[in-house]
């Protein structure tokens, strides 16, 4: 079965950077679009950032030029750079996969999350 398991989540004062990585079992992190997510409590999902098999990447409005989306294909892995962190990046964040090329809107695999607080 397909695994992806994240870690990395830690308490960060605002203005400070952290790094979070997404080890995947039964999947080739290269072959595939992924991405990362976020939720906060009380609050919809919100989509971070994604990047496609040829690395192609998108960023909400909300990090864009603060995180950093890139793939590991030596080590399987999926990572984000996050820096510049702001209190409102608080919140328990996702790894997730499709089975496309290219990104769709078909999130088909989920990690089970790691925890970022900023403050």
């Known amino acids: 079965d397909v695994q992806l398991v994240e870690s990395g989540g830690d308490f960060v004062q605002p203005g400070g950077s952290l790094r979070l990585s997404c080890v995947a079992s039964?999947?080739?992190?290269?072959?595939?679009?992924m991405g990362w997510f976020r939720q906060a409590p009380g609050k919809e999902r919100e989509e971070v950032a994604t990047?496609?098999?040829?690395?192609?990447?998108t960023y909400a409005d909300s990090v864009n030029g603060r995180f950093t989306i890139s793939k590991d294909n030596a080590q399987n892995t999926l990572n984000l750079q996050m820096n510049s962190a702001k209190p409102e990046d608080s919140a328990m964040y996702y790894c997730?996969?499709?089975?496309?090329?290219?990104?769709?809107?078909?999130?088909?695999?989920w990690g089970q999350g790691t925890q970022v607080t900023v403050s």
């Open positions: 039964a999947y080739t992190v290269r072959s595939y679009c």
């Open positions: 997730a996969g499709q089975w496309s090329y290219p990104c769709t809107n078909e999130w088909t695999f």
């Open positions: 990047i496609s098999r040829d690395g192609e990447t």
